[in-house]
C-alpha cells in the first residue's frame, strides 16, 4: 500500500506500508533555498539540531535515544537539511515525539564547542592528499558557487560564523522551504497520522518556487596543480559541468559513467589505465548530481612519473567513447548494473524513506526512482555517444593534480 498526500500545512507526504518489518522509518527534508551567507553556517546548523532542545540538553537527548535504540541523524546536503529516524514500530510515537522537539525547540547552546570539532575533523579529513585534491576541484568547478563551498572554505571561515548566524539560517529555512516527508513501514497510516498533523502538520507552511540559488556556469578549462612534499603518488581528477536528475540525458550518463569507469573490474578506465598499462593504483569514474546541475569526473591515482600519460590516457578513453558506439554487451550489462544498484539502495525501509523524500524534496515527485529505471532501460547506445560528444567538451573541464 503506497498513499501520497498533504498534511494541512502544504507539507508533501507518502507512507508505504511494508508488512512484517519490526522498524518504522521516517524522513522529513527541507530544501535550501538561498545561499548561505558564509561557508560553514549549514553544516554547524545541522550539526547543533541534535545538540540539545529546551526540554533536553544534549546529553540527555542523546540518553533519550539510545534508550529506545532510537538510529536519528541530521545531515545537510547541497539542496537540502534531512531529519531520519529508525525505531522499533513501539517506540514511533516517542521518536516523532522527540523530533518534533527538536525542530521546534533546538538551543544551538553548544556552538563553540561544536565549532572546535568542526575545526578538527576537517583538518583530520584535509590530512588526506586525495581529499586536498578534490577539494581544490569542487572550489574550481564550483567557483563562486554555493555548490563550491568545501571544507577547505569551511575552515578559513569558521571563525566568522556567529551563533546568530546559525540561528537565523535554520529559521529562514524552517519559514521558506519545500518540505517532503517520507513514513515506511508496517504501522496503519490511519493511527498515525494523526500524531504527524500534530507535529509535521505544524511546521510552518511549506513553500515552493523560492529558490535564489543560481545555475551555476562552466565557460572555460581551469587547472590547479598543489605540491605535497611527502607524497609518493599523484592525484589527478578531470571533470566537467553535465545535466542532472530529471533533465532528457540523465540517464544516458548515467551508464555512461558506469561504462567508463564506475563499475569496477569491468569498467574501461580499469581495464585500459590499470590492467593493461599498468598506470593506477586507484581509477574511476563518478557522477554526481545536485538540484542544478551534475558534476562527471574522472580520478587516477599513479605514480608521479606517470602523469602525462595518465592525462593522455584519460584523452584516449574519452575520444573512444565520443567516437564510436558502446557495443550491445556493454550497454546491457551497465543497464542490469544500475537497476541492480536501486535495487540494492533500496531495500530497508529506511533507504526507501530517504529515497522518496530526496527526489520529492528535489521536485522530482515522490516515484521517481521508478520512473528512472524505466528511462535507463530505453537509452540505446546512440544516446550515449550523443552525451559524450556533446558534454565532454575540450575547452570547458576543470583538472586538479596534486603530486611531490
Known amino acids: 500500500m503506497v498513499k501520497i498526500s498533504k498534511l494541512n500545512n502544504n507539507v508533501d507526504y507518502i507512507y508505504k506500508k511494508n508488512k512484517n518489518t519490526p522498524r518504522m522509518a521516517l524522513c522529513l527534508n527541507f530544501s535550501i533555498n538561498q545561499p548561505e551567507k558564509g561557508a560553514g553556517i549549514y553544516s554547524l546548523m545541522a550539526r547543533l539540531l541534535l545538540q540539545g532542545t529546551k526540554k533536553y540538553n544534549s546529553e540527555q537527548l542523546a540518553n533519550e535515544f539510545e534508550k529506545l535504540a532510537i538510529d536519528f541523524s541530521s545531515e545537510l546536503f547541497p539542496n537540502y537539511l534531512r531529519i531520519k529516524f529508525v525505531c522499533l514500530n513501539e517506540d514511533f510515537s ?9 525542530l521546534k525547540n533546538s538551543t544551538f547552546e553548544e556552538f563553540e564547542k561544536e565549532k572546535i570539532k568542526l575545526a578538527g575533523e576537517i583538518s583530520a579529513e584535509l590530512d588526506s592528499p586525495r581529499a586536498r585534491a578534490m577539494d581544490a576541484y569542487y572550489r574550481k568547478m564550483f567557483e563562486d558557487h554555493p555548490y563550491g563551498n568545501t571544507v577547505v572554505k569551511i575552515l578559513e571561515n569558521l571563525s566568522n560564523i556567529t551563533k546568530e548566524d546559525v540561528v537565523e539560517a535554520y529559521k529562514y529555512i524552517l ?20 500524531q504527524i498533523q500534530e507535529t509535521v502538520g505544524r511546521l510552518p507552511l511549506a513553500t515552493n518556487n523560492n529558490l535564489l540559488i543560481k545555475h551555476p556556469v562552466l565557460n572555460e578549462t581551469k587547472i590547479v596543480e598543489n605540491i605535497k612534499s611527502d607524497l609518493n ?33 569491468s569498467s ?38 606517470n602523469i602525462e600519460v595518465s ?7 574519452i575520444e573512444k567513447i565520443k567516437t564510436s558506439f558502446v557495443s550491445d554487451e556493454e550497454l546491457e550489462n551497465a543497464k542490469t ?30 516515484n521517481y526512482s521508478e520512473n528512472i529505471k524505466a528511462l535507463v532501460q530505453s537509452v540505446t547506445a546512440e544516446d550515449i555517444l550523443n552525451c559524450a560528444k556533446k558534454y565532454f567538451d575540450d575547452e570547458k573541464y576543470v583538472l586538479s593534480i596534486i603530486k611531490p
Not at 234 to 252: M, N, Q, S
Open 311 to 317: 592525462l593522455k590516457g584519460f584523452d584516449e578513453e
Open 337 to 366: 548494473n544500475i537497476i541492480g544498484k536501486y535495487e540494492f539502495l533500496e531495500e530497508t525501509n529506511i533507504q526507501q524513506a530517504c529515497a522518496f523524500a530526496k527526489y520529492d524534496v528535489l521536485g522530482l515527485g515522490f
Open 233 to 265: 603518488q599523484a592525484h589527478i581528477i578531470k571533470g566537467w559541468l553535465v545535466p542532472t536528475y530529471g533533465e532528457p540525458d540523465y540517464p544516458a550518463i548515467v551508464l555512461l559513467n558506469i561504462i567508463l569507469g564506475a563499475c569496477g573490474l
Open 175 to 194: 519559514n521558506n522551504s519545500k518540505k517532503s516527508l517520507a513514513i515506511v513501514g508496517t504501522l496503519e497510516l490511519e493511527d498515525i497520522l494523526p
Open 268 to 305: 574501461r578506465l580499469f581495464l585500459e589505465l590499470r590492467d593493461k598499462r599498468g598506470l593506477a593504483y586507484v581509477v574511476r569514474s563518478s557522477y554526481e548530481t545536485y538540484k542544478l546541475a551534475g558534476n562527471f569526473m574522472i580520478y587516477i591515482a599513479t605514480e608521479p612519473k
Open 94 to 102: 516517542k521518536a516523532l515525539e522527540l523530533m518534533d522537539d527538536i
